[in-house]
């Protein structure tokens, strides 16, 4: 057998492979063989079809990361569902050659629950992916009742190789903790703030106090020009938004080539005229 019929068999067999049931912590099964639950299933393949958000540096001439759009909003009965297609994801970019580092957003009552946990670190383990390109997005601190219990969970995760980023951040004093005692490697500020200048200058400067700090800064919702040049003045490391560039599917994310995206959004460098010209 010539090794072009040989991987032709492969792919056949492997397209013709049953669906195995996964389920939730919850124990409920998600994917059956009722006509019901497969149709739901399609359906919600259709829908997060175009579920990736493309993440830039700050300059946008280099893709540096996604963001998983669809676990931002999520029910319990759906979170492993979402989990594991957006490792999924993250593999397929990585066997096609494409190491981009995906961030998966976690509800903060799950990574406090000791069986959510439990059933995230068995996909991350199955997944057998390399360490860097799973990042976890807590979206918001727990209660004083949960913040042992999560802080268990997250360091659980982290001893596994994931990355943990704080979205949402906002700079008060218990996320400036919770970022510092977790030694967290993102965090990520949304733009409106600068506009309505509720975020001061010494919010970052506490994060880059020290040169050796893990922590990186990401723009989110960055939509205005302006937006670009605070992000180059505040020296944010990596922005995203609709004026970097919409979510995409997962196919269209391998075909972003850095060059071409840099000559197509920055090739006139509205940013930098802005800067010189003053605000227009």
């Given at each position: 057998?010539?090794?072009?019929?040989?991987?032709?068999?492969?792919?056949?067999?492997?397209?013709n492979k049953p669906f195995?049931?996964?389920?939730?912590?919850?124990?409920?099964?998600?994917?059956?063989?009722?006509?019901?639950?497969?149709?739901?299933?399609?359906?919600?393949?259709?829908?997060?079809?175009?579920?990736?958000?493309?993440?830039?540096?700050?300059?946008?001439?280099?893709?540096?990361?996604?963001?998983?759009?669809?676990?931002?909003?999520?029910?319990?009965?759906?979170?492993?569902?979402?989990?594991?297609?957006?490792?999924?994801?993250?593999?397929?970019?990585?066997?096609?050659?494409?190491?981009?580092?995906?961030?998966?957003?976690?509800?903060?009552?799950?990574?406090?629950?000791?069986?959510?946990?439990?059933?995230?670190?068995?996909?991350?383990?199955?997944?057998?992916?390399?360490?860097?390109?799973?990042?976890?997005?807590?979206?918001?601190?727990?209660?004083?009742?949960?913040?042992?219990?999560?802080?268990?969970?997250?360091?659980?995760?982290?001893?596994?190789?994931?990355?943990?980023?704080?979205?949402?951040?906002?700079?008060?004093?218990?996320?400036?903790?919770?970022?510092?005692?977790?030694?967290?490697?993102?965090?990520?500020?949304?733009?409106?703030?600068?506009?309505?200048?509720?975020?001061?200058?010494?919010?970052?400067?506490?994060?880059?106090?020290?040169?050796?700090?893990?922590?990186?800064?990401?723009?989110?919702?960055?939509?205005?020009?302006?937006?670009l040049g605070n992000a180059?003045?505040?020296?944010i490391d990596h922005c995203?938004?609709?004026?970097?560039?919409?979510?995409?599917?997962?196919?269209?994310?391998?075909?972003?080539?850095?060059?071409?995206?840099?000559?197509?959004?920055?090739?006139?460098?509205?940013?930098?005229?802005?800067?010189?010209?003053?605000?227009?």
């Amino acid at each position: 057998m010539s090794p072009k019929s040989r991987l032709y068999t492969l792919v056949k067999a492997w397209k013709n492979k049953p669906f195995q049931e996964v389920r939730d912590a919850c124990g409920a099964p998600w994917l059956g063989l009722s006509s019901q639950a497969l149709e739901e299933h399609q359906s919600w393949s259709k829908r997060q079809a175009i579920s990736h958000e493309p993440i830039f540096n700050h300059k946008g001439t280099k893709l540096t990361g996604s963001l998983f759009r669809p676990l931002l909003a999520v029910s319990d009965m759906q979170l492993l569902r979402l989990f594991m297609e957006g490792l999924d994801t993250i593999s397929y970019w990585y066997r096609s050659g494409r190491f981009i580092p995906s961030i998966l957003p976690i509800p903060t009552h799950a990574i406090a629950s000791s069986a959510y946990v439990d059933a995230l670190s068995d996909l991350i383990l199955n997944s057998r992916l390399p360490v860097g390109l799973i990042t976890l997005g807590m979206q918001s601190l727990p209660t004083p009742e949960l913040a042992n219990d999560c802080k268990e969970g997250l360091l659980r995760l982290r001893r596994l190789g994931v990355l943990l980023h704080l979205l949402h951040f906002t700079g008060s004093t218990e996320q400036l903790h919770w970022v510092d005692e977790m030694q967290m490697e993102g965090i990520h500020l949304n733009m409106s703030h600068f506009r309505e200048q509720t975020l001061s200058h010494d919010v970052l400067a506490k994060i880059r106090r020290s040169p050796y700090s893990p922590t990186q800064i990401y723009a989110s919702n960055v939509g205005l020009v302006k937006d670009l040049g605070n992000a180059s003045d505040w020296q944010i490391d990596h922005c995203y938004g609709g004026l970097m560039m919409p979510p995409l599917s997962r196919h269209q994310m391998l075909q972003i080539n850095d060059s071409r995206i840099a000559k197509a959004i920055f090739s006139l460098h509205p940013h930098q005229h802005l800067n010189r010209n003053g605000d227009k």
